[in-house]
């Protein structure tokens, strides 16, 4: 069983404190999105391209729930709380929500190649919190604030948790 669940919007930093907070705790870390990638051949964002949003969160639905089988840490995709079906496992798991102000995401994104997010990234992460914030309240233990350092991150994510450091 899993030990942790990361959700959070874009850029909130899930990918990258998962390996950091698994390494602590002496467990594996699964990126969801690494998992879709694996499975089918290409880039988590080119198979959204392709093969369009309701595809993708299929996918994204089998990755997590065999993600969950394992002790580890688990980074989601920002939108895995949009299914009904992933918020009901997500419930039954220690999962955080991480967030971060929009113009840190906004920063942090600002290299990324992220299919659901256009021109105009500050007005379509808006969108996205509007309709995604209340699942991911819904499915968290607690929210985390990743705005600082890394450290700071993890120290508050292992609280958040009531794991031990």
Not at 65 to 81: E, M, N, Y
Not at 94 to 111: F, G, M, Q
Not at 114 to 139: F, H, I, N
Request: charged share 30%; glycine share 8%.
């Amino acid at each position: 069983m899993a030990r942790l669940v990361l959700v959070g919007m874009p850029g909130a930093g899930k990918s990258t404190l998962a390996v950091l907070v698994a390494a602590m705790l002496g467990c594996e870390v699964v990126d969801t999105d690494e998992e879709i990638e694996k499975s089918v051949g290409c880039a988590a964002n080119e198979y959204l391209r392709r093969h369009g949003e309701p595809a993708f969160r299929e996918l994204e639905l089998r990755a997590l729930r065999a993600a969950l089988q394992r002790d580890a840490v688990i980074s989601t995709g920002g939108g895995v709380v949009t299914s009904s079906e992933a918020r009901d496992l997500l419930r039954a798991q220690v999962t955080l929500w991480l967030d971060s102000d929009d113009d840190v995401l906004v920063t942090r994104l600002a290299d990324g190649d992220r299919p659901l997010l256009g021109e105009d990234v500050k007005a379509d992460l808006a969108r996205l919190r509007a309709q995604r914030e209340d699942w991911y309240r819904e499915v968290s233990v607690g929210r985390v604030i990743t705005d600082g350092t890394l450290d700071d991150a993890v120290h508050q994510i292992c609280d958040a948790a009531g794991v031990a450091r």
